[in-house]
């Protein structure tokens, strides 16, 4: 069945670094990968969506990749800062289109550090 | 453009018992999903609604139902809970055919 992996349960990373995250995907080819970030107890909030014949998107501090060869998106956050710490989320459409809901990876919870 | 918002926020039950959680959906929005999250994992898709029927169903059991309004507000139902149903339920909005969905805060349920 349709698979998405993160790669790292917790991340830590020096503030004013570029934090990396990373989701894999397997079983499938997605149309579409999104990012959600996530804090605790609260709903995932969307940040980025990138589509599979898109290579790079960009929305201020953040740029998503998608490599459809290794099967993998990156998230980046530039300049990172301590208020950027959360739980980030990699989703995709299941196979069957809108019908099947969202699949999320287990999350990567990322900690800057100041 | 009101955000999408889910009753009540808390809630604790007991094994067996039945229990209703509610969801208003963001302005403009005509569908809904519902998702579990238990505590350290993504959230599963439990199922969606359009036009006031379900649209596409995950890997829950019966147990869990549905209702949309006609106002596209929705609530999950779940009956004969079990301990294993402790999470948090996240409701999701968006507009038919579209790619992104947006989400609610929640409701905590603790199953005793």
């Known amino acids: 069945s349709q698979k998405i992996e993160q790669n790292s349960e917790a991340l830590n990373i020096q503030e004013g670094k570029t934090a990396t995250l990373t989701c894999n995907y397997t079983?499938?080819?997605?149309?579409?990968l999104q990012w959600y970030r996530q804090d605790p107890g609260r709903g995932p909030v969307f940040l980025l969506l990138?589509?599979?014949?898109?290579k790079e998107k960009r929305k201020e501090r953040l740029k998503v990749t998608f490599d459809t060869t290794l099967k993998q998106s990156l998230f980046h956050i530039t300049a990172s800062q301590p208020a950027d710490s959360a739980t980030y989320l990699c989703?995709?459409?299941?196979?069957?289109?809108?019908?099947?809901?969202?699949?999320f990876g287990k999350g990567t919870h990322l900690i800057i550090q100041p | 453009e009101t955000g999408v918002t889910q009753s009540p926020t808390h809630l604790i039950k007991t094994r067996g018992q039945q229990v209703t959680l509610r969801c208003s959906s963001q302005?403009?929005?005509?569908?809904v999903s519902w998702y579990q999250q238990a505590l350290g994992q993504g959230p599963q898709f439990i199922f969606q609604?359009?036009?006031?029927?379900?649209?596409g169903r995950g890997n829950f059991p019966p147990r869990f139902s549905g209702l949309q309004f006609p106002n596209y507000s929705s609530e999950l139902n779940v009956n004969a809970l079990e301990l294993d149903d402790s999470a948090l339920y996240l409701c999701?909005?968006?507009?038919?055919?579209?790619?992104?969905?947006?989400f609610g805060p929640g409701t905590r349920l603790t199953v005793l």
């Open positions: 999701a909005s968006s507009l038919f055919g579209t790619d992104t969905q947006y």
């Open positions: 079983n499938y080819s997605p149309a579409y």
């Open positions: 990138i589509r599979e014949n898109e």
């Open positions: 989703a995709s459409l299941g196979a069957g289109g809108g019908a099947d809901g969202l699949t």
């Open positions: 302005s403009g929005h005509n569908t």
């Open positions: 609604y359009y036009r006031e029927e379900e649209n």
